[in-house]
């Protein structure tokens, strides 16, 4: 369905520049950005979303663009690249002859900025699980909720307090189309709850090949108290987080069966989605004439959970109670009642019987389970074990798969140029047996070259935002003036952005302040580290660990080589990891289940210095960087 009416009159010509810019895969492909630049160069920087631009210019400004000849070509370059990619032949076409479809569920998308659907490392993983999809040619759906708000953003003020803002989400500005039926009306899918129908509207984002679908309950059909479920992402309390994994799960299924999608394979990412297995078997049920636990037996195969907690606090539990309200009635359809459905959630101790543990519900209803790094499968193990009371520790199936990333989202245009003149540009779309040695041949003078310009872009961009930062917060003009002199381009740059929370230990380089005020001024070898990082709403102690980081970084003798950016995302994120040499990873042992800052660290030419922790576990050696610690589990940091 066409957003047309959103825009600005498009002139003869430019018609196509809408499909491009509700295609994310500029977010990863940039040969569109000097494209985009030239339309608005004010806007393009400061949202990085192309379909904002097209809705904000004007019908003139459009008209004059039209009439550009030189403009028209760069246009007319970045449709047929943007063509050409998605119809040519693809690894997963090439290897595999027997095409299957995966539906991929996930609470969280980090695909851009311009779609902020996301709080950190998850949504970072499913945003990059999507885009080499598409790359790829791996059949995949995605689904999610649209949120109103999504997660929080950052303000620190003068005192290094955090406070959170929650800007609102218009969907009309985001790169999202709604989902229309054969007759054109906007495809709406149905779920019980007491008192009413939730109606949940559906939504379709492009992602190259690849297509992610969204549901929200902001429907003017539905009560004002129904309309807020999808507005905040990891919203506190329990009811309205119960609410939002209904919608994920059950909704999730029935949106998939309103399109016309039967995937063979559900990928869960994490246990947020895990009602999907009963939904999917509920479909099955009715399909085939079935008992739910015979329909329960015949699906289970084609469900996969990934695992990414490592503590039993992190797993979501909701109390048998709050489940009753609302999905009593579901368990009567199913034919098997509220205490067998809890049951479905539980590990058959007496102590759980009062509550569904969405996880447990995942790891029973699917019938491959994986943790994320060699070292997470342990803990996995551990952590699932009263599931299988009897079992050997060693023997509960569980497997692991460690995550990586998605290069084209996360190299320079530095490191593309150096990749793509040694290992070619299609050297991410096919296996990777060439590359080491094809990368061997690069000198160590263009390797230093590439380090010191995106060191310097990293240093340029933090000086800006501080400059903002600390104008926002009333500084005076002389202090914000003297961002320009801040950091030095030839000074080893070490940095680091992540959530602030206790486990993550963020404040390990701050055990000793003195110290390390030594090695940051030391006379003939400093160091300077920029730092990033949010704490959620509700954990004090992280905003805590905030506040610790930034009354350091204003300290009078180190403020010229420390930075702290304000409002972590994923510009930051990127900024980060492409332009510090040394990137710094030091979380309490087991609880990093992998990790995969320090991958996008290594393709721009940095090192890492981090606990022998998840991915760094199985990557470390000493030509890539340093290892923290023993490898071995503390229940306290060694005095």
Not at 434 to 458: C, H, M, P, Y
Not at 492 to 501: H, K, P
Not at 554 to 572: A, G, H
């Amino acid at each position: 369905m066409s957003r047309n009416y959103l825009l600005p009159s498009m002139p003869e010509g430019l018609e196509e520049l809408v499909d491009l810019a509700l295609d994310l895969r500029w977010s990863w492909n940039h040969a569109a950005d000097k494209l985009w630049r030239q339309i608005s160069p004010d806007l393009w920087e400061k949202t990085c979303n192309p379909w904002l631009i097209l809705q904000t210019v004007s019908a003139s400004r459009l008209k004059k663009l039209a009439d550009d000849d030189n403009f028209r070509r760069l246009m007319n370059v970045s449709i047929s690249e943007h063509r050409q990619a998605l119809k040519s032949s693809t690894w997963f076409q090439k290897t595999h002859a027997k095409l299957f479809k995966v539906a991929y569920f996930s609470m969280e998308y980090a695909l851009s900025e311009a779609l902020p659907i996301y709080s950190g490392g998850l949504g970072i993983l499913a945003g990059d699980y999507l885009k080499t999809a598409s790359d790829l040619g791996v059949p995949v759906v995605g689904v999610g909720l649209l949120y109103q708000q999504g997660y929080f953003r950052q303000v620190i003020d003068v005192h290094g307090d955090q406070t959170e803002t929650f800007p609102y989400n218009d969907p009309n500005q985001l790169p999202v189309t709604p989902v229309r039926d054969q007759d054109g009306e906007w495809l709406r899918v149905h779920i019980d709850f007491p008192g009413g129908i939730l109606s949940l509207r559906c939504w379709e984002v492009t992602v190259g090949r690849v297509k992610l679908y969204l549901l929200d309950s902001n429907d003017p059909v539905n009560a004002p108290a129904d309309r807020g479920i999808t507005g905040e992402l990891y919203v506190g309390d329990q009811k309205t987080r119960l609410k939002q994994e209904i919608i994920l799960g059950i909704g999730g299924w029935r949106m998939l069966e309103a399109i016309g999608v039967s995937p063979e394979i559900c990928h869960l990412n994490e246990g947020h989605p895990a009602l999907v297995v009963v939904e999917r078997a509920r479909a099955y049920m009715i399909k085939n004439h079935q008992p739910f636990d015979v329909a329960l037996a015949a699906t289970r195969p084609g469900n996969v959970f990934t695992t990414h907690t490592s503590v039993e606090a992190g797993f979501d539990i909701f109390p048998k109670e709050l489940v009753t309200r609302y999905l009593s009635d579901y368990a009567d359809e199913l034919g098997i009642g509220i205490d067998n459905f809890m049951a479905l959630g539980q590990d058959g101790s007496s102590n759980s019987q009062a509550w569904l543990n969405m996880a447990y519900l995942a790891f029973q209803g699917s019938g491959f389970v994986n943790a994320v790094s060699r070292s997470h499968i342990e803990t996995s193990r551990k952590i699932f074990q009263p599931l299988f009371p009897r079992w050997p520790v060693a023997e509960i199936p569980i497997t692991y798969i460690t995550n990586g990333i998605h290069v084209p989202s996360w190299d320079s245009e530095y490191a593309d140029e150096l990749w793509t003149e040694t290992c070619g540009k299609r050297r991410w779309l096919t296996t990777l047996d060439t590359v080491k040695d094809e990368f061997k041949t690069i000198s160590d003078e263009a390797i230093w070259g590439f380090r010191l310009n995106q060191r310097k872009q990293l240093l340029s961009y933090a000086r800006e935002c501080l400059s903002h930062h600390l104008a926002s917060t009333g500084a005076a003009k002389e202090l914000t003036d003297q961002c320009g002199q801040m950091l030095d381009v030839n000074v080893l740059t070490a940095g680091f952005a992540r959530r602030f929370t206790d486990y993550k230990r963020i404040d390990l380089l701050l055990r000793d302040p003195e110290r390390l005020e030594k090695i940051i001024n030391h006379p003939e070898r400093p160091v300077q580290i920029i730092i990033a990082g949010k704490a959620h709403p509700q954990d004090e102690e992280g905003k805590k660990l905030v506040k610790k980081w930034w009354e350091f970084a204003t300290r009078q003798d180190v403020r010229s080589r420390v930075v702290f950016l304000e409002d972590y995302d994923m510009r930051i994120a990127e900024q980060l990891v492409q332009g510090v040499d040394l990137w710094i990873n030091t979380p309490r042992h087991p609880w990093e289940a992998c990790g995969t800052s320090g991958m996008k660290v290594l393709v721009n030419g940095g090192l890492n210095v981090s606990v022998l922790e998840g991915w760094w576990a199985e990557a470390y050696n000493d030509n890539v960087g340093w290892a923290i610690g023993d490898g071995l589990r503390h229940e306290a940091d060694p005095k």
